[in-house]
């Protein structure tokens, strides 16, 4: 993924990102840091492709994605990226199962397969038991645990997780943080998480990048702290 010169203006204000440059390689894991508007939700969009940059480049998994329309927008997204967020958005009247296969039933897999690679996926996040069950039911690590799930099913290319903690009690973040540092490290999924939690950014991410006021002011690796 890689953003070039990218700036975001809205009606004439301040720009929300000026001139940021960033490259985030395979495999990598980075936590994005900032005060609440220092543009990070803006960078996840933009490299989402859910939104446009007024200058810059976007290129996410050799495509431009600021180059393309609505519907192929929809689509790149659908097939390559994978979307976590902070309230979980899982639809209540269907299963979990039936929630973590829907991008792969929009994206033209036969129900089946869908249902299967579902299954697996939920067998390995350690939530397959509650397959049949529906998300109000569940605690919200476990929702965000189906959620995660959900965002991998099409394997894309990069996960983005925008405060994938946020609105969790202190064990249920600590279980999603589990799983995105075994996503990382064991599976080498690429990951781009926004966040305000500290604890989630030093032991899953390999890479801070701190933004304020748009514009990056720290890209520094994670040092691992050692026990004394």
């Known amino acids: 993924m890689q953003l070039q010169e990218v700036s975001r203006r809205f009606d004439g204000g301040p720009p929300a990102l000026d001139q940021v440059s960033l490259t985030v390689a395979e495999g990598e894991a ?7 508007g220092s543009g990070k939700s803006t960078l996840l969009n933009l490299v989402a492709g859910l939104d446009k940059p007024t200058a810059g480049t976007v290129t996410v998994a050799g495509c431009r994605v600021d180059e393309l329309g609505e519907a192929r ?5 659908r097939d390559r990226i994978g979307l976590v967020f902070q309230f979980f958005h899982l639809l209540d009247e269907l299963t979990v199962l039936e929630n973590t296969a829907l991008p792969a039933r929009l994206a033209g897999v036969a ?5 299967a690679r579902a299954e697996a996926l939920l067998d ?3 939530v397959g038991r509650h397959a049949r069950a ?5 605690s919200g690590g476990e929702r965000q645990r189906i ?12 996960l983005l997780a925008d405060e994938p903690t946020g609105a969790l009690d202190t064990a249920s973040g600590q279980e999603v943080r589990d799983l995105l540092l075994e996503l990382h490290r064991e599976e080498g999924q690429t990951i781009i998480m926004v966040t305000h939690d500290l604890a989630l950014a030093r032991s899953c991410a390999s890479r801070v990048v701190r ?3 748009g514009r ?6 994670v040092v691992a702290e050692v026990e004394s």
């Open 147 to 158: 959620a995660v799930a959900r965002a991998l099913v099409n394997r894309p290319a990069l």
């Open 216 to 221: 990056v002011a720290e890209d520094a690796p």
């Open 211 to 213: 933004l304020v006021d």
């Open 124 to 126: 390995r996040l350690g």
């Open 134 to 138: 529906y998300p109000s039911r569940l």
């Open 111 to 115: 129900r089946g397969d869908a249902l």
């Open 73 to 77: 927008s929809a689509r790149f997204r």
């Open 30 to 36: 980075v936590a994005v840091l900032g005060p609440s």
